[in-house]
């Protein structure tokens, strides 16, 4: 059993998950430490807000993540806001974590009145498509070629 959960209601698992993100995005985001992440983390809100961040737990064990943000590309901050750090540690992948947490912040980002939710990826294109996302365009960031996508809030 998966419970999706806001990471301020489980503050244990901060500085794991900071630690996973860093892991896992240091490249394309250079200037985010650890250290940052975990303060960044702890500022965001505990409840359908822009930022926010979601968790999937599984026995008590931190199993993935996503976030609510108002900018994900310093390149783009006229687009907001973003779905960003959608992670499912590999011990629980394929399990449909990732759908879970990403239907959770299209459903926060329509209740905080947004009325479109972008995101950008190097790799997951045709995952997020078979979701009802679309491709605004490819892009160079932080030297890796990545596509924008955006999701239509309005069809919610």
Not at 44 to 65: F, Q
Not at 88 to 109: C, D, K, M, T, Y
Not at 122 to 140: H, I, V
């Amino acid at each position: 059993m998966i419970n999706i959960d806001y990471l301020g209601c489980h503050s244990q698992f901060t500085s794991i998950l900071a630690q996973w993100h860093q892991d896992e995005w240091s490249k394309i985001n250079p200037g985010l430490t650890t250290s940052k992440r975990i303060d960044l983390y702890n500022s965001y809100k505990s409840e359908a807000a822009i930022p926010s961040c979601l968790i999937a737990i599984s026995d008590d064990k931190l199993a993935g993540s996503a976030s609510l943000v108002i900018s994900d590309m310093d390149t783009h901050d006229h687009l907001t806001p973003w779905l960003a750090s959608v992670y499912v540690h590999e011990n629980f992948r394929s399990q449909g974590i990732a759908s879970q947490l990403i239907q959770r912040i299209i459903e926060n980002a329509h209740q905080c009145g947004a009325k479109i939710l972008y995101l950008f990826t190097a790799d997951q294109s045709s995952f997020y498509m078979k979701r009802g996302w679309n491709k605004l365009e490819t892009t160079e960031y932080h030297g890796e070629l990545v596509d924008i996508m955006y999701y239509d809030l309005n069809s919610i």
